[in-house]
């Protein structure tokens, strides 16, 4: 990917562009119609839809739940191109940067398929390929036979020494987590670093709130998951540097004492944007309905960044989280009906 720095950056075109997108995104309505059919019908849903594209050219190789993935994700990456070919100069580069946390997605998707003992094409077939690695390098990556090997090809790029650091905890516990933590280390670090401080009215200065916010959030949920793990892991370890909420040892003092955590959160500059999830992490047992309230939240706090400045990047960024919780929902929707789960069942797992 070369980055296309040359001119003025065009907010006013790309975020028009952008909103034009968003409103052919899924709503609620498809999606209720969705939970209530079978795989076969779901496909025919997409085939009448703005994925028509991808459903015609995998339907000869893919049937049913596989065919639906696979459109998902070369989808996602043709939208996410298009705002690569849309944008110009700095936005550009921001968009570019931003867009490297599918180069994290695929880093991780490997390690897990190798990991796993998935086949070749299993793996290939799960990449996104949008983002800065080359299709060179993704077929390096897909090529390793062990997650030494990935480890070693990813040598030279962002992800590379920080990988190599963690290597040795994953060899010593055979769990992935320092090596996800890793990948996402190095991207946000990548990203702090490539913006700055920007002086506190300046359009980019909105962008670093959203991203702290992000990491906020990925420390919340990896925190907790831990906690709740009882893996002989602190979560300090893996705690994320560049966010706003809290350092490493309050992470790791909060988030094995759940209420102390929610009040600690209700009292900070999230308090109102974290309500609904921080009601559902009170009252469930389990994390999921947490984290898709996290998710749901970094999204609306996305949309008042956008608000706030609406030629900027955050219009951009809110698009790109709406465009992934569509994928996550429609993926959801088809792997429960062919799990045989019921509509209720399949309804906690969306994310509103």
């Avoid at 919340?220 to 994320?240: H, Q, W």
Wanted: with cysteine; hydrophobic share 35%; aromatic share 8%.
């Amino acid at each position: 990917m070369s980055v296309n720095t040359e001119g003025s950056s065009n907010y006013e075109y790309v975020t028009a562009r952008v909103r034009s997108r968003r409103a052919k995104l899924f709503d609620a309505d498809d999606y209720r119609k969705m939970v209530r059919m079978g795989p076969g019908e779901i496909a025919r849903f997409m085939e009448d839809s703005e994925y028509e594209t991808e459903m015609n050219a995998l339907g000869s190789r893919h049937t049913g739940v596989d065919l639906v993935e696979y459109a998902l994700n070369r989808n996602l990456s043709k939208h996410f191109d298009d705002l690569l070919t849309w944008a110009d100069g700095s936005l550009y580069e921001y968009v570019a940067n931003y867009l490297r946390k599918f180069d994290a997605w695929n880093v991780k998707t490997v390690i897990r398929g190798i990991y796993t003992d998935a086949g070749r094409e299993e793996i290939e077939d799960d990449l996104i390929r949008t983002g800065e690695f080359s299709e060179r390098t993704l077929d390096r990556l897909v090529d390793a036979t062990s997650v030494e090997d990935a480890v070693e090809t990813l040598s030279g790029t962002i992800f590379g020494e920080p990988l190599e650091d963690a290597y040795e905890d994953f060899e010593s516990s055979d769990v992935l987590v320092p090596l996800e933590n890793a990948v996402d280390r190095a991207f946000f670090g990548h990203l702090l670093d490539d913006i700055g401080q920007p002086e506190p009215d300046a359009p980019t200065a909105l962008y670093r709130e959203f991203l702290e916010a992000e990491i906020d959030f990925r420390n919340l949920r990896n925190g907790l998951r831990i906690a709740r793990s009882g893996a002989e892991i602190s979560p300090e370890e893996y705690f994320i540097e560049g966010g706003r909420l809290f350092d490493g040892e309050e992470l790791r003092q909060l988030a094995s004492n759940t209420d102390e955590l929610v009040t600690a959160i209700r009292e900070s500059t999230y308090g109102g944007d974290l309500s609904e999830a921080l009601d559902e992490l009170e009252s469930a047992e389990s994390l999921i309905g947490f984290e898709h309230a996290l998710n749901t939240a970094l999204l609306e706090y996305s949309e008042k960044l956008s608000n706030r400045h609406p030629l900027s990047i955050c219009p951009v960024l809110s698009y790109i989280l709406a465009k992934e919780r569509e994928i996550e929902n429609i993926r959801a929707i088809a792997r429960g009906r062919e799990a045989g789960l019921s509509v209720e069942e399949i309804e906690e797992e969306l994310i509103q």
